[in-house]
Each structure stands twice: as C-alpha cells, then as structure tokens.
T-cell receptor, first 111, second 114 residues
Framework: DAKTTQPTSMDCAEGRAANLPCNHS???????VYWYRQIHSQGPQYIIH???NNETNEMASLIITEDRKSSTLILPHATLRDTAVYYC????????????FGKGTKLSVKP | ETGVTQTPRHLVMGMTNKKSLKCEQH?????MYWYKQSAKKPLELMFVYSLEERVENNSVPSRFSPECPNSSHLFLHLHTLQPEDSALYLC?????????????FGPGTRLTVT
C-alpha cells in the first residue's frame, strides 16, 4: 500500500500557481519524498524529490513541513500542459525498495 | 523525450498469439523495469533488472517472460495471454536499482488482448 494520502482531484486556473498537498504521517527518517506525474496515455515523469529541506528545480518547488509529515508540490505558473495525475511517493534512497505508485491527484488546469 | 523508447506503441493480440514488447534506454543506466498499468489501477511493478540480472519478480504469471540481453535493452515476451492482461505496459530505467531512484519512463505499449 502507498504510504501517502493525496486529494483525488484538483483544479487550477492557467497561469496561477498549483499547490498539490500530500500527507505522509508515517514517513521514516531515512525516507525521501518523490513526486512524479503522468500525462494521459504517457509514461510517468520524474519531477522532484527531497528529504527535509525545500527543493526547487526548473519544473517545480517542493515544500516539506518541519515535522516531515506532509509536503506540497508547487507548480508556479500552471499551463494546460500541466494537466496530469501527480503522484507523491515516499521511499528510502539506497534501499532495495521500489517506487509504489498510489492513486495520485488528478490536476486539471483550466483556461 | 525521456531517453527510453518502447515498441510497439500499440499491440492487439489474440489469446493464442506470441508477441514481444521491446524497450531501449539511451541513458547509460544499469537498472531497467517493467510496470503494468490497468485501467483505473495504480502502476504495478512487474520485474526489475540490474546489470542484466533479474533482481525482482513480483509474482507475475509465467505467461509474461522478461529478457534483458544487455543493460540497454529489455524485452517482455508474451504468450497465451488473457483479456484481463490488456493494459499499458511501461518500461523504465534508472542509474541503479538501489541508489539512483529517479526512474525515467518510456511512453508505454498499449496492449489489447482479444
């Protein structure tokens, strides 16, 4: 079973920031938070990951709460092409465990 | 373009046919994966290969047979499939299967079993 809880769906207006929450209250100290997304009928795409510090790359920002029990993926200026299912996954790096995809959040960016 | 290609993109096969799915990665990665995504279900990991050795087989029926001839190529041989095997089959690769966890996925093969 996935160790994360995400809303089933969210809407966002084009050009606005999309903030996708994820709860991972049972996260262990050595587990990272990963985000992937899957655009319809395509393979999943890696977005970002973090341990406890906030992270930013060219695609998104990841904000992790101080207690690490939740996080938020931020797409600063959502476009129609960001419409996808977003998956939040917790996993320890360097372990032999594998990515476990839950149901994710279906983000719909609307004009 | 993720550096992982899959062929064919679409496949329709009868239950008595034998077919193969092909995956190729151009990223210099050492680990490759097969996933299955059925309608309205989460991705399911099927097989993991590291340096051409199978390191994980998640209770997949024997009608699915993987092959990894080298670290850049991965095949999934299919025979006597069932209609419930219709799904999107995704290939992925990563630097290795223990540390480099950013997996890069191919576009998938949409399989329909009739």
């Amino acid at each position: 079973d996935a160790k994360t809880t995400q809303p089933t769906s969210m809407d966002c207006a084009e050009g606005r920031a999309a903030n996708l929450p994820c709860n991972h209250s049972t996260i262990s100290g050595n587990e990272y938070v990963y985000w992937y997304r899957q655009i319809h009928s395509q393979g999943p795409q890696y977005i970002i990951h973090g341990l406890k510090n906030n992270e930013t790359n060219e695609m998104a920002s990841l904000i992790i709460t101080e207690d690490r029990k939740s996080s938020t993926l931020i797409l600063p200026h959502a476009t129609l092409r960001d419409t996808a299912v977003y998956y939040c996954i917790v996993k320890a790096r360097g372990s032999q465990g594998n990515l476990i995809f839950g149901k994710g959040t279906k983000l719909s960016v609307k004009p | 373009e993720t550096g992982v290609t899959q062929t064919p993109r679409h496949l329709v096969m009868g239950m008595t046919n034998k077919k193969s799915l092909k995956c190729e990665q151009h990223l210099g990665h050492n680990a490759m994966y097969w996933y299955k995504q059925s309608a309205k279900k989460p991705l399911e990991l099927m097989f993991v290969y590291s340096l051409e050795e199978r390191v994980e087989n998640n209770s997949v029926p024997s009608r699915f047979s993987p092959e990894c001839p080298n670290s850049s190529h991965l095949f999934l041989h299919l025979h006597t499939l069932q209609p419930e095997d219709s799904a999107l089959y995704l290939c992925a690769s990563s630097q290795d299967h223990t540390g480099g966890d950013e997996q890069y996925f191919g576009p998938g093969t949409r399989l329909t079993v009739t």
